[in-house]
């Protein structure tokens, strides 16, 4: 089973503009485009790295991933896969690296129903031999629906509808996305049993889980 992993930077497969039932709204440059592409691919890549990380695995920290493909110029989805993941294995000094990708990222609002839609994929693949070792998709919904019983309240309702397309609810989905994902990985026992039976100075800094921790 993997040991030690290094998520890389997820990539959207989309244009990075908001979709509203399936309508582009184009409201920024695209250098902003760019910024908010990354800000919510990294952030489904932040929940799945912090979910592995209270699993049975060693992460290696994202700031490291991330300067470490700096410093070897890769800047893009396209120079990041030319790289074989054995040498990804050994810059990053990880057993299994993951790959991510956002495969949908839209909003819907119909008046009394709002609701963000998610879906992302990863990949994990051994930096020993290049097998792919797991890999899932998932989607998920984050909704809103109210009630009306006169035109009053549909006006009103309406509006309170359209409140629920807040950033904070989105982080949500995105939250979520990332904890199904890591939830789906079949337990590493080996990596239990190993952490159980190491001397003890070697498993200094890990939890019962066997994940990384840090003191004070």
């Not at 051994?126 to 919904?141: A, K, M």
């Not at 950033?167 to 789906?184: F, N, W």
Request: aromatic share 8%; with cysteine.
């Amino acid at each position: 089973p993997p040991r030690k992993i290094a998520v890389l930077p997820f990539v959207d497969e989309g244009t990075g503009s908001y979709l509203i039932n399936k309508i582009s709204i184009k409201t920024r440059n695209e250098e902003a485009l760019n910024r908010w592409s990354w800000t919510h691919t990294n952030r489904v890549r932040r929940a799945l790295a912090g979910e592995l990380a209270t699993r049975e695995f060693l992460i290696v920290p994202l700031l490291t991933v991330d300067a470490v493909l700096a410093s070897h110029g890769i800047t893009d989805r396209d120079k990041l896969k030319a790289v074989p993941p054995a040498e990804l294995g050994r810059w990053l000094d990880a057993d299994t690296v993951v790959y991510g990708e956002l495969l949908s990222y839209e909003a819907y609002y119909a008046f009394l129903v709002a609701a963000w839609k998610v879906k992302a994929g990863v990949k994990m693949v051994s930096t020993q031999d290049g097998h792919e070792i797991f890999s899932c998709t998932n989607l998920r919904y984050s909704s809103s629906v109210t009630v009306v019983i006169d035109p009053i309240d549909i006006g009103i309702n309406s509006v309170v509808s359209l409140f629920a397309l807040r950033d904070i609810t989105l982080a949500r989905a995105e939250y979520e996305v990332g904890r199904e994902i890591a939830l789906g990985l079949p337990r590493a026992q080996q990596n239990i049993v190993e952490f159980l039976t190491a001397p003890k100075e070697e498993t200094q800094g890990l939890d019962s889980n066997g994940s990384q921790t840090s003191t004070a």
